[in-house]
């Protein structure tokens, strides 16, 4: 597989994705294409060699781009438009040119989803992409969809969030019958707001798409792991993964607290640093990596700005496997299987 991956983008770029693009030139057999300011590159480049001694058969290019999409951009939509030769935008055509199978980035995600549905479109039947992001539960990981690409949805939006993340849990988690659950205020049917009591009925009387459906959860049943994906529109979903970020950080600094006032803490010490080590362990966001956005018509994953170089070179790791298992083509034929009008 080859990754474009946008050098430029992410608050410890280019450092945090040279590295990473080094580290997953070493664990898989994938070309990367690192897309950015040339000098800037070589310079980081220069830098890993000197850390790692890189192998002269490192398959790692350099595609230079002179402009950059900033973090803080106001109108990424606009600066996409008006910055045609900045990394991202350039990763986005390497795709839709076919020199590339995918684009990873940890920049400004307005500006990747911008790149993404300028230059790859959208998957013929798709009305709306949307982005999906593995949450840690205690049976292992669920995908939640829509994590922020929409905050304003219908009906017909949240069932085409179902057929897709159900694609993508089935091909690259490989979860052969993924379950599918609706996010509500209870399990009830007939609970909900207008929203989800419609989606509820178009996921009832799917027929023609083989969807395991097994209907309404409550946010407390996402830790639980009582569903493979998870549906809601982009405004919830975002907010849930704001949460989710700050409730595991706070848990760990609560452990970290609390030890130091315990008059035992010596004893308890080696049970609760073992504690404290697998709750890092499963919070970590570096070992996804990024979010795929599932719906433009060739494979985006978008990372988290704050990743370091393991994140990176996860997210590198994520977008090849994706292109490997030919999500694209299998969303295209599910989606396309229903009528939902």
Request: charged share 20%; glycine share 10%.
């Amino acid at each position: 597989m080859i990754i474009a991956l946008d050098a430029m983008g992410g608050d410890f770029a280019p450092a945090s994705t040279v590295e990473g693009a080094v580290l997953a030139a070493k664990a898989a057999q994938h070309k990367i294409i690192l897309v950015g300011d040339n000098d800037l590159i070589l310079k980081e480049l220069s830098k890993q060699n000197n850390k790692n001694s890189l192998p002269l058969s490192i398959n790692i290019e350099i595609v230079h781009a002179p402009e950059i999409i900033s973090m803080t951009e106001q109108h990424p939509v606009k600066a996409v438009r008006s910055k045609k030769n900045s990394s991202l935008a350039v990763c986005a055509q390497l795709v839709s040119e076919g020199k590339a199978d995918a684009f990873v980035s940890m920049g400004n995600s307005g500006a990747v989803m911008a790149s993404a549905f300028f230059y790859l479109r959208r998957i013929r039947g798709i009305i709306r992409p949307a982005i999906t992001t593995m949450f840690p539960t205690i049976k292992g990981n669920c995908i939640v969809a829509d994590m922020g690409a929409n905050v304003d949805c219908k009906p017909e939006h949240l069932f085409q969030f179902g057929i897709m993340a159900s694609v993508f849990c089935s091909k690259v988690i490989g979860i052969k019958r993924p379950k599918i659950a609706l996010l509500s205020i209870g399990e009830e049917p007939n609970k909900g707001n207008e929203l989800t009591l419609a989606t509820f009925n178009l996921f009832k009387k799917s027929i023609g798409i083989d969807l395991d459906f097994i209907g309404n959860i409550e946010g407390k049943d996402i830790p639980t792991g009582k569903a493979d994906v998870v549906i809601c529109d982009g405004f919830i979903g975002n907010v849930i993964l704001k949460f989710g970020e700050g409730l595991a950080g706070t848990i760990l600094y609560l452990i970290k607290q609390k030890l130091g006032y315990s008059p035992v803490k010596w004893i308890l010490f080696p049970f609760v640093r073992l504690v404290k080590k697998t709750l890092e362990t499963k919070f970590d966001y570096s070992k996804i990596g990024g979010a795929p956005l599932l719906g433009v018509n060739g494979v985006c994953i978008i990372g988290h700005g704050r990743s370091n170089s393991h994140a990176v070179k996860n997210a590198i790791l994520t977008g090849a496997k994706t292109a490997q298992y030919d999500v694209i083509h299998d969303i295209e034929i599910a989606v396309n299987k229903f009528n939902y009008k």
